[in-house]
């Protein structure tokens, strides 16, 4: 996926934890943890917002894009 999380990392310079967090923003430990892993479709902008108020952050630090190697892309086609 080109969109890595980086919730893990914000949460270890913040020395929070994920069921502190979850606490904080209102929502439950598992999709937290399912956002943190990077198995979410899609994130709620009122929920990225709730984040960041509750880490002090920009969405950039939460959220990163990578492109995919287009050479893999190409390989997988042929």
């Given at each position: 996926?080109?969109?890595?999380?980086?919730?893990d990392r914000?949460?270890l310079?913040?020395?929070?934890?994920?069921?502190?967090?979850?606490?904080?923003?209102g929502?439950?430990?598992?999709?937290?943890?399912?956002?943190k892993?990077?198995k979410?479709k899609?994130?709620?902008?009122s929920?990225?917002?709730?984040?960041?108020r509750?880490?002090?952050?920009?969405p950039?630090d939460?959220?990163?894009y990578?492109?995919?190697d287009?050479?893999d892309?190409?390989?997988?086609?042929?």
């Amino acid at each position: 996926m080109a969109i890595k999380v980086n919730l893990d990392r914000v949460l270890l310079e913040r020395r929070m934890s994920l069921t502190q967090l979850a606490d904080r923003v209102g929502i439950t430990l598992a999709n937290l943890s399912i956002l943190k892993t990077g198995k979410a479709k899609a994130v709620r902008f009122s929920t990225l917002e709730a984040l960041c108020r509750a880490l002090n952050c920009q969405p950039s630090d939460i959220l990163e894009y990578v492109p995919e190697d287009s050479d893999d892309i190409r390989d997988a086609a042929e």
